[in-house]
Structures are given as structure tokens and as C-alpha cells.
């Protein structure tokens, strides 16, 4: 009896040490929005609520916005995408919060066809929290990387994530079909960063409270990762079409058993186990050097570039060095991935840098990224031996000095030139009333002076000489 106690309290123990290892990211903060929906959906195990049920807090504030519903859809269609909220004016959602901190923003996006409005008409802007996200943007979702979701990071200090929507001229108007507000872990920004340049390595700080658009999000090595599969609801896209290196010149390396999430390494809200658990490496004895993938990007910002590293290839430890390469420049020498990662294989290890989109050097045009891994001089000379690794890449670009990450421009400066239309036609309105009441005050001074002059009798003083003459003030007899 005593026995099958022990077993049973171990079983427990076992079960309860599993459930908390692997138990999903409980955020805070939550908003999960089916913008002009009366009714929820749910996407990916995700309940979206209907932004138009009248049983919901209402989150938007705008006059004359229109709930339309997509046309000739395909059935694979997400409902969240099968409806969308129309603003012909300035609009705004807004969300309080109860965590400050760096909050997760995506704005879904999918131009329906509808017989009542073209879609081709849309062209807006968007702000969060006072940082420019998106300039003229007409919704087009012809992206490479996540063709229907715009993902940004903001951080917040006061208690609420307000998201405006300003049609960029009278004759366009906004449209957005999902939001999602979401407050993030706190180990997903850290502060500080290794900033690199052809002048060599500095610290980063103040890195956390950047405003940051999600560019790329790759897998590397591996399968594409869907937001069910990622415990911050993320997609991961497959290296193949950044990968600069022949195809034959570097292998995929896969791992079926357990990643060892730590404290103090990356744990798996950072990144999720299906990109840990698979990764390229580089090997001399297939006559590769380095491993680079290469990525567009727009010049005049700054960019973060994660890179996520996980040993599930060496046979033991201590056996891998390589060095780390940004646009060709060394960004870290000698990288010893045992030791990041406290001895421990198949342990997750990330490691954050930043670099400014201009051109230099080795990037002429500073419209790319590249990033490279190679062998190191402390690489152990062994024909069956790993020279050089990676598991996944993000890269993130940051808000430049207006606060903006879409052009030159600041929120006051696009609220300033493009009107909010209620306030244009108060205005027109305004000046038509006054229009009209000039018009009637001019008409009443003019009956006035009729009645007062209309009827008067005309002087038998005035000489005849000057009697036409029309002047009948200034020819008096004396």
C-alpha cells in the first residue's frame, strides 16, 4: 500500500512538473476584436468578440462607420476575415490596460469584395499611442511575409492602447478587419542590445521602450510555425527564400526529444519548440564557410535582429564555436554556445542585435540585412563535426525620431493635414448659417432705409439749375 502511495504522489509530482513546463502564456492583458462582426469567432482555439454586438463593450468611437460583410468568399476563408469596420472619418479604438509594459499589436487586414463599397478606395493611416505604424496604406495584402497581419510592439506607460484610424484624403476612407492587444511576457524585450557596425560592437540601451514593427519572423531550418503552434499566437515562415547559401552547401538538422527551456536562457514565449528543435549547421567537410541569409528592409531606420541559437546537433559539449556576422561585419567572435547556455545541450539561447539601414562599406545600398554564421578559429578540426549553427531570426524595425515607423512624419503632423470630416462639415455648415444670416440682416437694413427715405418729399428749395443734377444737398437758396 505504502508502495503504490509513493508511485501515485510521484506520478502527481511528474504530471504537475509536466503541466507547468509546458503551460500556455496567460497575458494580462487580452483584446481579441472582430472588427464590424455582431457575432464572436474563434480562430486558432482564440475567441474574436464582434466589435458591432450590442452585448460587448463598445471599443470604437466614430460617427457614420459602416460593419460590411465580404461577398463570393471562399469557405477556408477565417470568419475574422469575412467582415471588416469601414470609417469614412477619423476613428479610434481604444483598450484600456492593466500591465505596463510592452504591449503586442496586430491589425488584421483583408480587402473584401462588396457590391456596396470598392475597397480600392481605401487609403489611411494608423497610429498607436502616438507613433505613426502606417502611412497610405490601402490594405493591399501582397506582403512576403504575413500577407493579412501587421504585428507591432508598443510600449505603454499610461493605462490604455489607443489605435486611430485617419483616412488619408476626403475621397478614401479606413478599414480594418481584426485587432488583437495583448500584453506581452516581460523577458520578450530586454532593454539592452549589442548595436553593430563597420566600426565595430557597442551597447544598446534603452531598447525596451522602442517602438518595433515585426519584419521577419523565420524558422529557420524548419517547417512553417502557425499561431496554434506558438504560445504568443505568432507565425514563423521557412528560411528557403532568404537563404543566400547553396541549398547543398549546408544541412537541416532536426531533434525529437525535449528542449530544455531554463531559467535566465530564452524561454518559450521567446520562441516556441518548433523553432528550437530545428535549425541549419554548417560544416568545413561540405566546403562551406558561412551560412547567410539575406533580407530587404527600408532605409532610415534602425533594425533589431534576434537571433535564436539552440545546440541540438553537437554530440557533447564544449565542441562548438562560430562566429556571428551582421551585413558581413563580426558581431560576436568565438560565440561558445555550451557556455550561453550553462552546459547544457538542446538548451535555447538567444541573442539581441541592432544595426542602422544605411548604407556603409560592406552594405553599399542599405536596403538589406544579411546575417551570417561561420566556423571560428576555436572550432574543433573534426570531419564529422558542426562549425556553425542557427535555429531562427527575427527581425524588427524600431521608430525613428518622429516616433514614426512608416516615413518621416509625426501623429500630430498626420492628424493636422488630413481633417476629421465631422469637424470639416460642422465647419461648412457653420459658414453656410452665416452666409445666410448676412444675407437676411443686409435685406432688413435695406427695408429699413426704404421705409425711412422711400417717402420722403423731395425740397421745392433746390434750384432748378441743379435739379438734375442729382446732387440734392448742396444747392440750397441762402
Given at each position: ?34 472588427c464590424g462582426s455582431d457575432v464572436d469567432s474563434t480562430v486558432d482555439n482564440r475567441r474574436f468578440v464582434g466589435d458591432a454586438s450590442s452585448s460587448n463593450v463598445q471599443f470604437f468611437s466614430s460617427e457614420g462607420s459602416i460593419a460590411l460583410k465580404g461577398e463570393n468568399l471562399p469557405q477556408n476563408v477565417p ?189 518559450r514565449e521567446v520562441g516556441p519548440d518548433n523553432v528550437y528543435n530545428t535549425a541549419r549547421v554548417g560544416k568545413r567537410s561540405n566546403g562551406l564557410v558561412d551560412m547567410s541569409w539575406g533580407f530587404k528592409v527600408n532605409v532610415g531606420y534602425k533594425y533589431l535582429i534576434r537571433m535564436h541559437f539552440c545546440d ?158 442729382g446732387n440734392q444737398f448742396t444747392a440750397r437758396k441762402a
Amino acid at each position: 500500500m505504502a508502495i503504490l502511495y509513493t508511485r501515485i504522489v510521484f506520478l502527481l509530482f511528474v504530471f504537475l512538473v509536466s503541466s507547468s513546463a509546458f503551460a500556455s502564456f496567460s497575458p494580462v492583458d487580452e483584446y481579441l476584436v472582430n472588427c464590424g462582426s455582431d457575432v464572436d469567432s474563434t480562430v486558432d482555439n482564440r475567441r474574436f468578440v464582434g466589435d458591432a454586438s450590442s452585448s460587448n463593450v463598445q471599443f470604437f468611437s466614430s460617427e457614420g462607420s459602416i460593419a460590411l460583410k465580404g461577398e463570393n468568399l471562399p469557405q477556408n476563408v477565417p470568419q475574422i476575415y469575412r467582415t471588416a469596420r469601414i470609417f469614412a472619418q477619423q476613428a479610434k479604438y481604444k483598450f484600456n490596460v492593466n500591465e505596463k509594459g510592452t504591449h503586442m499589436v496586430r491589425l488584421h487586414f483583408n480587402r473584401l469584395y462588396s457590391s456596396r463599397i470598392d475597397l480600392n478606395d481605401a487609403l489611411f493611416h494608423v497610429t498607436v499611442n502616438g507613433h505613426v505604424v502606417l502611412r497610405n496604406f490601402s490594405g493591399d495584402s501582397s506582403s512576403d511575409f504575413e500577407s493579412r497581419v501587421r504585428e507591432f510592439l508598443i510600449w505603454v506607460d499610461v493605462g490604455e492602447v489607443v489605435i486611430r484610424f485617419v483616412p488619408s484624403k476626403d475621397s478614401n476612407f479606413a478599414f480594418v478587419n481584426a485587432i488583437e492587444v495583448i500584453s506581452a511576457p516581460k523577458d520578450l524585450i530586454g532593454d539592452v542590445a549589442t548595436s553593430v557596425s563597420h566600426d565595430g560592437t557597442e551597447k544598446f540601451n534603452g531598447l525596451a521602450k522602442q517602438a518595433m514593427e515585426v519584419v521577419y519572423r523565420v524558422n529557420v531550418g524548419g517547417r512553417k510555425v502557425t499561431p496554434f503552434n506558438d504560445t504568443l499566437w505568432r507565425t514563423w515562415v521557412t528560411d528557403e527564400g532568404f537563404l543566400k547559401t547553396g541549398d547543398g552547401s549546408s544541412e537541416k538538422s532536426y531533434f525529437t526529444g525535449r528542449i530544455k527551456y531554463r531559467r535566465g536562457g530564452a524561454s518559450r514565449e521567446v520562441g516556441p519548440d518548433n523553432v528550437y528543435n530545428t535549425a541549419r549547421v554548417g560544416k568545413r567537410s561540405n566546403g562551406l564557410v558561412d551560412m547567410s541569409w539575406g533580407f530587404k528592409v527600408n532605409v532610415g531606420y534602425k533594425y533589431l535582429i534576434r537571433m535564436h541559437f539552440c545546440d541540438i546537433a553537437s554530440k557533447s559539449l564544449g565542441r562548438l564555436y562560430f562566429n556571428v556576422y551582421i551585413n558581413g561585419n563580426l558581431a560576436y567572435e568565438d560565440f561558445d554556445i555550451s557556455y550561453a547556455a550553462d552546459n547544457v545541450l538542446a538548451s535555447p539561447y538567444y541573442i539581441d542585435f541592432v544595426v542602422d539601414a544605411t548604407a556603409d562599406d560592406n552594405n553599399p545600398s542599405g536596403s538589406s540585412i544579411t546575417v551570417s554564421v561561420g566556423p571560428s578559429n576555436k572550432t574543433s578540426v573534426d570531419g564529422n563535426g558542426v562549425d556553425a549553427i542557427l535555429n531562427g531570426v527575427e527581425i524588427m524595425k524600431m521608430n525613428n525620431s518622429m516616433g514614426s515607423l512608416d516615413g518621416y512624419v509625426s501623429t500630430e503632423m498626420i492628424l493636422s493635414t488630413c481633417p476629421n470630416r465631422r469637424n470639416l462639415s460642422i465647419f461648412i455648415a457653420m459658414l453656410a448659417f452665416m452666409c445666410i444670416f448676412m444675407s437676411f440682416y443686409i435685406v432688413t437694413q435695406r427695408k429699413r432705409v426704404k421705409d425711412q427715405y422711400g417717402w420722403t418729399k423731395l425740397s421745392m428749395d433746390v434750384l432748378e439749375d441743379n435739379s438734375k443734377s442729382g446732387n440734392q444737398f448742396t444747392a440750397r437758396k441762402a
